[in-house]
């Protein structure tokens, strides 16, 4: 039974139809958790609100595609409408593409500048005042490959080490006026992100064994568990940190 740390606090969080967003959202609501879901798959999105409210747990599902900035501002607008205040910003939403840096085509390399990291951006920018108001937190999602060079996966790379950068300047910001910024850099994980891993032609299998953990894939749910942690108020001195969940991953 997990102990409920979110009575009455209200999250707003991305990527909520599936994987780690999925998970994150459930395990917040089981936690006593309002959840503002929001996912550019509706569908999948439906299913994550079906499960949350079928156990008894408070939840609202808004389709939403972060690299749109007005329909970012829009969503945290409908979220406080709704729930009436925001505690809790869980940006989690994220694509990867794979190919050789030469390969990587302008288009690929604009969704995922957009979604990895304006996305996170405009949702911080619009939530801020909201946080500041309930002295809350910002939860955001990087990777392992953010935290040390990966081949292959280029604009991903450079898109969750920035969005550690982006967390580390907002904790410093706020941080004396009680809002908190913190992420989490998952290495491999069993979700559908995951399963679309497309090595690109001639691919260097040394440097793919590099990405590779020391154990099995996480389950999405250990990721949940450990924003469910920095997102509590037992994290309270957890501020700017950047937690490496990848099995050893970036140690060596």
């Known amino acids: 039974m997990s102990p409920r740390r979110f009575p009455d606090r209200v999250v ?51 389709p939403l595609d972060v690299s749109d900035p007005a329909a970012c501002r829009d969503a945290v607008a409908a979220a406080v409408a709704r729930f009436n205040k925001l505690d809790v910003l869980c940006n989690i ?10 390969e990587i085509s302008e288009a690929e390399w604009s969704r995922v500048v957009a979604v990895n990291l304006s996305g ?15 002295r809350g937190v910002i ?24 969005v550690v950068s982006l967390t580390q300047c907002l904790a410093l910001e706020y941080g004396k006026r009680g809002l ?27 440097l793919i064994h590099k990405m590779m953990p020391l154990v099995p ?3 999405p ?15 309270r001195y957890v501020n700017g940190a950047v937690l490496a969940i990848d099995g050893a991953q970036t140690a060596g």
């Open 12 to 62: 707003f969080l991305t990527g909520a139809a599936s994987g780690i967003g999925r998970a994150t959202a459930i395990r917040l609501a089981s936690e006593g958790a309002r959840i503002f879901a929001c996912d550019v798959d509706k569908s999948g999105l439906d299913e994550t609100i079906a499960v949350i409210t079928e156990a008894g747990g408070a939840a609202a599902g808004y």
């Open 93 to 102: 939403a994220g694509v990867m593409c794979w190919g050789h840096a030469t």
């Open 120 to 134: 996170v951006f405009h949702l911080c920018q619009a939530a801020i005042p909201h946080l500041l108001e309930t």
């Open 139 to 162: 939860v955001n999602m990087a990777s392992a490959a953010g935290l040390k060079g990966q081949a292959y996966t280029l604009p991903y790379s450079v898109t969750k080490a920035a």
């Open 180 to 206: 908190r910024a913190v992420a989490v850099a998952p290495g491999g994980v069993k979700t559908a992100l995951t399963a679309q891993t497309k090595f690109p032609e001639g691919a260097d299998m040394t």
């Open 217 to 219: 894939l996480a389950e």
């Open 221 to 235: 749910e250990e990721i949940a568990a450990a924003v469910a942690y920095l997102a509590s108020d037992e994290a």
